[in-house]
Nanobody
Framework: QVHLVQSGGGLVQAGGSLRLSCAASGRTFSSSVMGWFRQAPGKGREFVAAISGSGSRTAQTNTMKGRFSISRDNAENTVYLQMNSLKPEDTAVYYC???????????????WGQGTQVTVSS
């Protein structure tokens, strides 16, 4: 069992930066793949990035490469999503998730955070 609690997010102007955090409970964090997804109003869930348990491998949506980066601190049981050069189209609810496969499919993730709103104003 993994419990995920997200923090960060909020309102930022276009071009600004935000860092999302996702703290996990449970002793299996370091062996869990962690992912970030987002869902904009009226749209489906979209994969953002994922990172392996050791942090040695990552996967990311091409459209966000160079602006978003995922990292983790296994000593703190926390995964981060650093978002730079934010655009209004990045406005969405962002979710962290824990799973066992480094995959862009939400179906591969068993546990989800509560979601956090990111709003980018133009």
């Amino acid at each position: 069992q993994v419990h995920l609690v997200q923090s960060g997010g909020g309102l930022v102007q276009a071009g600004g930066s935000l860092r999302l955090s996702c703290a996990a409970s449970g002793r299996t964090f370091s062996s869990s793949v962690m992912g970030w997804f987002r869902q904009a109003p009226g749209k489906g869930r979209e994969f953002v990035a994922a990172i392996s348990g050791s942090g040695s491998r990552t996967a990311q949506t091409n459209t966000m490469k160079g602006r978003f980066s995922i990292s983790r601190d296994n000593a703190e049981n926390t995964v981060y999503l650093q978002m730079n050069s934010l655009k209004p189209e990045d406005t969405a609810v962002y979710y962290c998730a824990a799973g066992s496969q480094l995959s862009p499919s939400g179906a591969e993730y068993d546990y989800w955070g509560q979601g956090t709103q990111v709003t980018v104003s133009s």
